[in-house]
Nanobody, 127 residues
Framework: VQLQESGPGLVSPSGTLSLTCSVSGTSVTTNYYFWSWIRQSPGKGLEWMGAISYSGNTYISPFLKGRFTISRDNALNPAYLQMDSLKAEDTAGYFC????????????????????WGQGTQVTVSS
């Protein structure tokens, strides 16, 4: 299984960020995987942003609600991230990751807990 993030490297302040996580070797509808977006800003730890489940349920960080949307395309097998009203502090490396969960889902920021982790894509918010 491989995950590959892609998107623009540079976004203007107040603009919209759209990222794609391309998945190969499995499907985003495979039981019981949850597909997460996680970011890491310079000098800071990992921040869980949100996740979408194999059944399509979404989970969004309360700190990002209203600005962040996660979705997927079952036919083409990617997961998407969209974030609006970007600020300089949104500059970070963005990662997608997959976690198999049997039971209730809870946000996870421990990289070693994830079954699969992408290489990440750097996003800089600047004019």
């Amino acid at each position: 299984v491989q995950l590959q993030e892609s998107g623009p490297g540079l976004v203007s302040p107040s603009g919209t960020l759209s990222l794609t996580c391309s998945v190969s070797g499995t499907s985003v509808t495979t039981n019981y995987y949850f597909w997460s977006w996680i970011r890491q800003s310079p000098g800071k730890g990992l921040e869980w942003m949100g996740a979408i489940s194999y059944s399509g349920n979404t989970y969004i960080s309360p700190f990002l609600k209203g600005r962040f949307t996660i979705s997927r395309d079952n036919a083409l097998n990617p997961a998407y991230l969209q974030m609006d009203s970007l600020k300089a502090e949104d500059t970070a490396g963005y990662f997608c990751a997959a976690l198999g969960v049997f039971g209730d889902y809870a946000p996870c920021i421990l990289r070693e807990e994830y079954d699969y982790w992408g290489q990440g894509t750097q996003v800089t918010v600047s004019s």
